[in-house]
């Protein structure tokens, strides 16, 4: 599996980002996916992720109602759409996805990571 993340850029506070991460595999929709960003200075901090089922979801506690995960399984992407961004969402954004497909949402491990894309919201 190999993904490539898209959608980063520089919007002021309050706007909204659409990040589209692409999978390229037979079975990409079969598999586990999240985002992740990191900022500079500070660890990686998971934001949001979505079961292979579409049943499960979970979000940090830092963006819960702005954000939301989603995927096309027709076009083998999946999305982070980001609302009321604020400035202290500024990081690197990379998606990853579940090392088998049809994996257990519950304690999964990534191993399939794309390249980040830059999100910087200014004040």
């Known amino acids: 599996v190999q993904l490539q993340a898209s959608g980063g850029g520089l919007v002021q506070a309050g706007g909204s980002l659409r990040l589209s991460c692409a999978g390229s595999?037979?079975?990409?929709?079969?598999?586990?996916v999240g985002w992740f960003r990191q900022a500079p200075g500070k660890e990686r901090e998971q934001v949001a992720a979505?079961?292979?089922?579409?049943?499960?979801?979970y979000y940090a506690d830092s963006v819960k109602g702005r954000f939301t995960i989603s995927r096309d399984n027709a076009k083998n992407t999946v999305y982070l759409q980001m609302n009321s961004l604020k400035p202290e969402d500024t990081a690197v954004y990379l998606c990853?996805?579940?090392?088998?497909?049809?994996?257990?949402?519950?304690?999964?491990?990534?191993?399939?990571w794309g390249q980040g894309t830059q999100v910087t919201v200014s004040s």
């Open positions: 979505l079961s292979w089922s579409g049943d499960s979801t």
């Open positions: 595999g037979r079975f990409f929709s079969g598999y586990n």
């Open positions: 990853a996805a579940d090392k088998y497909p049809n994996s257990d949402f519950v304690g999964l491990t990534y191993y399939y």
